[in-house]
């Protein structure tokens, strides 16, 4: 299948291009981009026009930041196209629960990616909770924003979500491994006075047996960097290290899992969307994004030191 690839950024550059030339299921076959191309890949700078010209492709990746994310989502299901969205899905719930409708009605697929759940050691992790009676959880997300987003503006304005661009993908693991639905109860936010979006997070969930769950995210860790899940439960304890990638139960790492298909979270992730073509199918599992609008619905905000690029 030939896929269009829209908003040749970091991630599209870093993730995309890779996972789709290693896939026997995709072409790349343009790309759409302000300034950015991909070497030998017809190139466009205007979405409209390719979506005229290039009727042949079917589907299209979608990996601009969230705000303009939902515009270029909306014109091309109204073209008949398949849609894979980059994380967040969008800027507003409302906006995915639109976009989802708007698929179902013209029978096109759509897919709201969260590439961490794709991580290789997540569905080890979920398995291992099944059945386990949880007591307490808590989830550290603390990177440094200077080495991962480097000049990224749109983190900081309106709908860029700041400390939840990486939190959220903390919290689709969390969605993904708990077996029991959990909602914020507390949360507090801090803003740097010059900017429109957290710096950092602390948040508090209601857990139907009373455990414990809670999560620290935080933007300004210099030296080690910090992803990592821990479960207290009557059967021992798991820690889920690396954004997911590493599994350790009562302190004893756990091997790779042999029958995670391909290897990768891109890779897994277009696997997936191939899939969805083929059944005519769409995934738009927004919960995590619901904990991310709940803490920004409910958050204490205290404001907090400046934030500059420069140190
Ligand atoms: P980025 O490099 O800052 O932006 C991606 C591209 O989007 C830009 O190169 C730009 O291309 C286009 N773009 C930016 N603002 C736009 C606008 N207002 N209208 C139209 N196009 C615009 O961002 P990124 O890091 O790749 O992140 C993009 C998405 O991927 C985000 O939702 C992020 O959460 C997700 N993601 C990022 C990472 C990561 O490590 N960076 C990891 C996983 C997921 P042109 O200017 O050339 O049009």
């Not at 590439?115 to 990177?143: P, Y």
């Not at 997936?272 to 073509?277: D, E, N, P, Q, T």
Request: hydrophobic share 40%; glycine share 8%.
């Amino acid at each position: 299948m030939e896929v269009a690839l829209v908003g040749i950024g970091k991630i599209a550059v870093d993730q995309h291009v890779p996972a789709i030339n290693g896939s026997p299921d995709w072409t790349l076959a343009a790309t759409v981009s302000r300034h950015g191309t991909v070497e030998g890949v017809p190139a466009y700078s205007d979405f409209d026009t390719m979506l005229a010209e290039r009727p042949d492709i079917r589907v299209v990746s979608l990996c601009l930041p969230p705000v303009p994310r939902f515009a270029y989502a909306a014109a091309a299901l109204k073209a008949g196209r398949h849609v894979m969205l980059e994380k967040p899905p969008g800027a507003t719930l409302s906006e995915c629960h639109s976009l989802e409708a708007m698929a179902r009605a013209n029978h096109l697929s759509l897919y709201a990616t969260w590439h961490s759940r794709e991580a290789e050691s997540v569905q080890a992790a979920k398995a291992w909770l099944q059945g386990k009676v949880l007591r307490r959880f808590t989830v550290t997300w603390k990177e440094d924003v200077r080495r991962w987003h480097p000049g990224q503006e749109w983190i900081w304005q309106p709908g860029g979500i700041g400390v939840f661009d990486p939190g959220i993908n903390a919290l689709s693991i969390v969605t993904e491994i708990l077996p029991d639905p959990i909602h914020l109860t507390a949360a507090t936010l801090a803003f740097p006075e010059n900017r429109q979006t957290p710096i950092a997070a602390d948040l508090a969930f209601f857990h139907p047996a009373g455990a414990e769950v809670s999560a620290t995210f935080d933007w300004r860790q210099e030296g080690d960097q910090t992803w990592t899940i821990e479960a207290e439960t009557d059967g021992g304890t798991l820690t889920l290290l690396d954004g997911g990638a590493r599994l350790v139960i009562d302190g004893r790492e756990q091997p790779s899992p042999e029958d995670v298909p391909l290897s990768g979270e891109y890779p897994r992730l277009y696997a997936r969307m191939a899939r969805l073509v083929e059944n005519g199918g769409i995934d738009m599992d927004l919960s995590p994004m619901r904990h991310v609008a709940d803490a920004f619905t409910l958050g204490r905000r205290d404001i907090v030191a400046p934030f500059h690029w420069s140190v």
